[in-house]
């Protein structure tokens, strides 16, 4: 077997050894040679060309000078001792500043002779200052481009910092170059015009120019995108293969709903996403669709026509919603559709009595009960159906993977079709790297005569008029939520925020009634405070984002979000859904302080200028990235090293069309052509995508 330099172990390149190894693995996960080759760096320091003091402003970048020594000076005593050494260039003057390692600097630094520096200048007081600055002569200081790896304190206090790795780098490089494999295939290199593997792997860390390194970067995200849409692709058509699904070809029930019972004409969007998911259950391959629409665009009723296409085949349904208020919501709301069509319908949550709780388990088992509404209490072992054939989750996210494999795995013949339902809009490229094993439709319209939720943006100084605009409302019989944030770490601030804020509202509407929400109180009078808001006896509702998901009350008119700077844009849209649900025209309102970052202040523009979910979406995701908008940040399911969602959208759809493409020539990926790709699937990708297949 031929030796392959790429599975040398690190510690037997010059400068490393056992205990840098170590360090390395431990640290990194970096222990051949071929670790190294994958640990890129995270930016690059432009050392190509020396710098003039005279062109220095408050926006340059670091760089190189050539400057003389003056003269220098020690200041101060003990932990405040400083180095302050004074040097000019042919065009003016500056000012080089230690604070650590005085002594070593002092000595090999002297007046008059001349040096090149490295680093960032600041001006302070008219003053160009730079501090700790790094300095040397042509021969020893690094020029060109040089590339910056990441690090730990930990690796520094060791000496593995930025100058170990550009040392270590040329000669592993040069050791493994004509090792490296390429991965693509020549027609796809050819065809998108890409340098090979090799010759990105040198571009990124032995960079000659910035084009250079572009080069790199695009073959590298083309790379790590079209591999992660291959496998995504290759699990949809094992999962089309492998997991045959109920045949749902009749629709007499449904015709009967929507010819007799429907009560509004279905919008466009609505009609098209049905047609996708009948198109779907009638193929005898099992349903995955997600339905993504924003608050209010009516998936709930394309989920209930949806249900009758399965009861029309003697199947059941099961409905997971991630809450007992939302549970309990869609229970009703459902059942008044199911009555009018003699379907029953029943629900089980954490509070349902023992006694009921055996009753719909007999039913459920019998086949009495056709549509089962319920809370992660639906995945319970002793929850069997008789013949499961559609399952709906809710609000999907706000589930773990295993609780939705639970409930996927309760199967009497055939796996259920599955359907996903999500009111927090993903931009498209998300969807298609994070939802990608699943067909995706959208509900991207209105019903008609809905009216748009007029949101502004307001400081704690207007608090008083604020309060005079809520007394208006509730003065013509409308309802009003007030929203405070709840945040783990400082949720005693939060508790004491919410408890001043009920506090403040009592004194100035000492003759309303006032509810209050939240995640300390008992289930049962967490239910007790909603019903009263629901019921109309409670006027205004202050509340912790306990209401964000589901919660509907038409007359509710106006919400407050309180310290709204605090929140996540998708989550301010969420909470905004829950008003515009009636006939009158809603409010939102964002109350900040008066001095916000620059981003809570694009947050709040957002939202002021529009109520389109989408459009927010991809807000969302230019400024917080996919991992943490999706929630996905901690658990390796997006990590995408290359690419950026919100700025890359071609290169996404660009890579799904050739991924897409391949397959359906080769799904098996056995063609001489291909045989790199396979290859390079079997050996580095983890089998980590499966959780989509799951919903």
Known sequence: MVDNPLNHKIEFIRGVGPNKAAALKKELGISQLKDMLDFFPFRYEDRSQILKITDIDDNTNAGLYMIQVINKKKAGRYRGKSLKVSVKDSTGYAELVWMKGIEWVEDKMAAGKRYIIYGKPKIIKDKVSFFHPEFGDKNTMPMGLRPVYPSSENLKRRFINNRFFNRIIEEIIGKTKQHIKENLSGELIQNLSLISKSDAVINMHLPKSF??????????????????????????????????????????????????????????????????????????????????????????????????????????????????????????????????????????????????????????????????????????????????????????????????????????????????????????????????????????ELPSGRKKIITSHRFDNSRLKVFGFIKDKISLGEQVYVVYPLIEESEKKDYKDLMDGYESLKRYFPNTQIGILHGRMKPENKDYEMKRFAEGKSKILVSTTVIEVGVDVPNASVIVIESAERFGLSQLHQLRGRVGRGKAQSYCILMTKYTISSESKERMSAMVETNDGFRIANTDLKMRGPGNMMGTKQSGLLELRFTNLAEDQDMVLKSRELAINTIKKDPNLESKENLIMKSHLKENIKQNINWSRIS
Request: hydrophobic letters at 45%; glycine letters at 6%; one cysteine or more.
């Open 211 to 444: 084009a250079h390194i572009k080069e790199a970067i695009r073959r590298l995200k083309f790379e790590e995108l079209f591999f992660l849409q291959l496998q995504i692709l290759q699990l949809k058509n094992s999962r089309l293969t492998s997991f045959p699904g109920y045949v749902f070809k009749k629709n007499i029930l449904i015709n009967k709903f929507y010819k007799e019972h429907l009560p509004f004409e279905l919008t466009g969007a609505q009609k098209k996403v049905l047609r996708e998911c009948y198109e779907n259950m009638s193929k005898g391959k099992q349903m995955n669709r997600l339905v993504q629409g924003d608050v209010g665009s009516g998936k709930t009723i394309v989920a209930f026509l949806c249900m009758l296409a399965a009861i029309d085949h003697d199947c059941q349904i099961a409905f997971m919603a991630p809450t007992e208020v939302l549970a309990e919501q869609h229970f009703n709301s459902i059942r008044a559709n199911a009555e009018k069509i003699n379907i029953k319908v029943n629900i089980l949550t954490g509070s349902t009595k023992q006694k009921n709780r055996k009753e719909i388990l007999k039913n459920l088992l019998n086949g009495t009960v056709d549509i089962l509404i319920g809370t992660h209490a639906l995945i319970e072992d002793s929850v069997v159906f008789k013949r499961l054939g559609l399952v709906i989750i809710d609000e999907q996210h706000k589930f773990g993977v295993a609780q939705r494999a639970k409930l996927w795995r309760k199967k009497s013949e055939f796996y259920p079709h599955v359907l996903v339902m999500t009111a927090t809009p993903i931009p498209r490229t998300l969807a298609l790297t994070l939802y990608g094993d699943l067909d995706v439709s959208v509900i991207d």
